[in-house]
């Protein structure tokens, strides 16, 4: 592609700030907020894409399916709060690998995770009165009477799942409900927590103030409870699942349920008014392209540019496995590259959205063949 000088000079620099700092780390680029590899995670990657071009077969390679009680070890407390990540999938995106790359990119940097499906036949019980929980790559897990996919059974399949965690895994400081066509950063999440008390029944996510009242959260990237929020409407399910709400519609049924039995709706805007969850992809917040109803919708003003989000973005939703894959790069690439100025030059600068969008226009100008970072970034 003919880049002129100064991009081509961009992207130079950014490869050398990869080279020099893995050159300085035996282990590869080693990111401070969790100990990571960026070398281990170029693997996985590579892996992941190499998966995403080969669908799964129908037969997986020994599963292990759980016929008696697993053994659960017990949340790692330190000082950043647990974080239980409930991930929504079904068969086809796991046939097509796009559960396992969301899995390796951010999935399983929660404390503990399950994902939520009707399983792939293969792997799918006989008896499907009970939830089952089966590894596969993951763990998944088929709530009680689940027998297909569709709209209008998400809430029970989002209530039954609950009160399996509940039941097998209930001492997590905070419990995260996402999509699986969403990017997360678990770090960014954990420090937006570690301020906010779990034993408060109160949830945060991207604020609707239509429809329920008190206001609910968008699903789609994701809504996080506080264990109070989170044992509250699950004990409540437990005495009887028609103690909440079910329209089918499982973030509305969910949050109505919070608001019900007294739990807050939390705010996560951060300081100058900017997203921490994004409803719409990534490029749709930037651009500012929303639809109409959104502006209705919305408990915040909408904005757009690089005011749009946070410079600690949460998460994202309508996101594709590449857009996950560079997203998270561009994150890592800004952070590393601070960290290599705070080292050499004791240069300390906080990482920002304005230099995340950069790197994610760029990379994905480098993995397309084009030339689109004057035209959208326009510096």
Not at 159 to 185: F, T
Not at 219 to 238: E, R
Not at 291 to 311: I, M, Q, V
Not at 368 to 376: A, C, G, I, S, T
Request: proline letters at 4%; glycine letters at 4%; hydrophobic letters at 35%.
């Amino acid at each position: 592609m003919n880049l002129q000088p100064k991009y081509f000079f961009f992207i130079l620099i950014l490869v050398i700030v990869l080279i020099v700092f893995m050159i300085q780390s035996e282990n590869g680029i080693v990111i401070k907020t969790k100990i990571f590899s960026i070398a281990d995670s170029y693997q996985n990657r590579q892996l992941v894409q190499s998966e995403l071009d080969q669908p799964q077969s129908d037969q997986s390679t020994d599963p292990i399916r759980y016929t008696s009680k697993p053994d659960y070890s017990t949340p790692n407390k330190s000082v950043y709060p647990t974080v239980f990540c409930l991930i929504k999938t079904h068969p086809n995106n796991i046939k097509s690998n796009k559960s396992l790359n969301t899995y390796r990119v951010w999935g399983q940097k929660c404390d503990n995770y399950r994902f939520v499906t009707l399983l792939p036949e293969h792997l799918r019980p006989q008896n499907q009165s009970e939830t089952v929980e089966v590894f596969n790559n993951f763990y998944m897990i088929q709530p009680k009477g689940l027998t297909k996919e569709s709209h209008g059974n998400l809430t029970l399949k989002l209530y039954y799942s609950m009160i399996y965690v509940y039941q097998k895994l209930p001492s997590y400081d905070w419990y995260y409900i996402v999509d699986d066509d969403a990017y997360v950063n678990v770090a960014n999440l954990k420090n937006f927590l570690k301020d906010k008390s779990s034993n408060e029944s109160i949830t945060f996510g991207y604020n609707f103030k239509v429809i329920v009242k008190g206001g609910y959260h968008s699903g789609g990237p994701g809504y996080v409870l506080s264990n109070a929020a989170f044992t509250t409407i699950t004990k409540a399910m437990v005495e009887k699942i028609s103690n909440c709400p079910n329209t089918g519609i499982d973030d509305v049924d969910i949050n109505a349920c919070v608001r019900k039995y007294n739990g807050k709706l939390g705010k996560s805007i951060d300081e100058k008014g900017r997203e921490r969850f994004l409803v719409l992809s990534l490029m749709g917040h930037f651009l500012g392209e929303y639809p109409n109803w959104l502006h209705s919708y919305a408990e915040n003003p909408l904005k757009k540019g690089f005011d749009c989000c946070a410079d600690s973005i949460i998460a994202v939703h309508y996101m594709s496995p590449r857009d996950v894959f560079r997203l998270d790069l561009a994150i890592e690439i800004h952070k590393n590259a601070l960290n290599l100025y705070q080292k050499f030059h004791i240069l300390q600068k906080p990482v920002t959205f304005k230099n995340i969008i950069k790197n994610y226009v760029l990379l994905e100008d480098i993995e397309y063949d084009r030339n689109k970072y004057k035209e959208l970034i326009g510096d």
